[in-house]
C-alpha cells in the first residue's frame, strides 16, 4: 500500500512538472507580437542557435507570404508583358532578403528546448529593398541604354540580365506588400522592368536559331526544340548566325566481351565562332559483346537525365560573368 501511495504522489509530481513546464512558457512562443514598426517571428530549438535559425525561417516565410499575396494582388491587372514577367516569378523566393539585421528580442528555455523571438525593422528591410532595386535598376537602364536594332544579339543582352531582373521583381513584391504602389523607385522600378520584358519581347521576335545535333539520339533535338520556344525564339534550318551546337565525346574501355563506355553530351549555344553558354551531361554504360549496345543504353540514359532535368533551360539562363 505504501508502494502504491509512493507511486501515485511521485507520477502526480511528475504531470505538475510538466504541466508547469508546458503553462510557463510566455506567450510569444504561440503568438508573436505584432505592430506597425516590426515583423515578428519565434523559433524552437534543442540548441539557442537551432532556434535562432528556426526563427529567421520563420520570418522569411512570413514575408513570403505577403510576397505571394502581392502577387496574386496584381497579376490580374498588369497588362501582358508584366503578366507574363509574374507568372515567371510565381515561385519567387525571398534568398535575396537579408536577414542579418533581425535582432533576438526574448528568448526562453524549457528543459532542453530554447525558444527564440525575433524581430526585423519594417523601415531596416524597406531601406536594404530600396538599395537592391536601385542596383539592379541601373544595370537594366546600361543594357537598354544601346539602341541597336532588335535581333539575338540584342536578346541575349537582355537575356544576361534575366536574373537581375527576376531579383528587381522580387525587391518591387517585397516593397508593394510593405508600402503599397505609391513608393516612387517602386513606380520607376515597375515601368523600367515593364520596358525591358518589351525589347526582350521585341528582340526574340527578331530572331531564330539553328539546331546542330551531331548526336544521333533519338528526340534530343524535338526536346532542344521546345526549349527554344519557350525562349519566344523561332527556329531556323539554315544561315543563322545563332546555332546550338550538341556532340557527344566518349571514352570506352574493355574487358573480355564486356564494353564499359562513358558517353558525354556537351551543348554549347554559339553566335558566330563564339560560345555563349554551354554545359554537359554524362552517363555511363556497358555493353556485352558489342560497344555500340553501351552507346544505345548511354543515349537512352541521357535522355531521360535530361527530361528530368532543368539544365536546356539554363542554357539560356546566364549571369553577367558568362
Not at 94 to 101: F, I, K
Not at 207 to 212: C, F, L, W
Request: net charge positive; aromatic share 6%.
Amino acid at each position: 500500500m505504501k508502494r502504491y501511495i509512493l507511486f501515485l504522489l511521485l507520477s502526480l509530481c511528475l504531470t505538475a512538472c510538466q504541466s508547469t513546464s508546458r503553462t510557463s512558457l510566455p506567450s510569444w512562443v504561440t503568438s508573436p507580437p505584432s505592430d506597425e514598426q516590426h515583423l515578428y517571428a519565434s523559433g524552437q530549438g534543442v540548441t539557442q542557435y537551432e532556434a535562432e535559425q528556426n526563427a529567421l525561417t520563420n520570418l522569411a516565410s512570413q514575408i513570403q507570404v505577403q510576397v505571394n499575396e502581392q502577387i496574386n494582388s496584381r497579376v490580374i491587372v498588369d497588362d501582358q508583358f508584366q503578366r507574363q514577367y509574374f507568372d515567371q516569378s510565381s515561385q519567387l523566393e525571398v534568398s535575396a532578403v537579408s536577414l542579418a539585421q533581425a535582432k533576438t528580442v526574448q528568448q526562453a528555455q524549457s528543459g532542453p528546448q530554447w525558444f527564440v523571438l525575433k524581430a526585423l525593422s519594417k523601415q531596416d528591410l524597406l531601406r536594404q529593398q530600396r538599395q537592391q532595386l536601385s542596383s539592379a535598376l541601373v544595370k537594366l537602364q546600361r543594357a537598354m541604354a544601346l539602341r541597336d536594332a532588335p535581333s539575338f544579339s540584342r536578346w541575349w543582352r537582355l537575356q544576361r540580365l534575366n536574373m537581375v531582373a527576376r531579383g528587381a521583381e522580387g525587391n518591387l513584391l517585397v516593397i508593394d506588400s510593405m508600402q503599397g504602389s505609391q513608393d516612387p523607385i517602386a513606380q520607376q522600378g515597375k515601368a523600367l522592368l515593364n520596358t525591358y520584358q518589351q525589347q526582350k519581347q521585341l528582340s526574340a521576335n527578331a530572331a531564330s536559331i539553328r539546331i546542330d545535333d551531331h548526336t544521333g539520339i533519338t528526340g534530343l533535338t524535338a526536346m532542344m526544340s521546345t526549349a527554344v520556344n519557350k525562349q519566344g525564339l523561332a527556329l531556323s534550318q539554315r544561315g543563322q548566325s545563332a546555332s546550338i551546337l550538341m556532340r557527344l565525346d566518349d571514352q570506352q574501355s574493355q574487358i573480355d566481351r564486356e564494353y564499359y563506355l562513358t558517353r558525354t553530351l556537351h551543348i554549347e549555344l554559339r553566335y558566330g565562332e563564339q560560345v555563349l553558354a554551354q554545359t554537359s551531361i554524362s552517363e555511363r554504360a556497358v555493353g556485352l559483346g558489342k560497344v555500340t549496345q553501351a552507346g544505345q543504353v548511354a543515349n537512352q540514359k541521357i535522355y531521360k537525365q535530361l527530361q528530368n532535368s532543368p539544365l536546356l533551360q539554363q542554357l539560356f539562363e546566364p549571369t553577367l560573368e558568362q
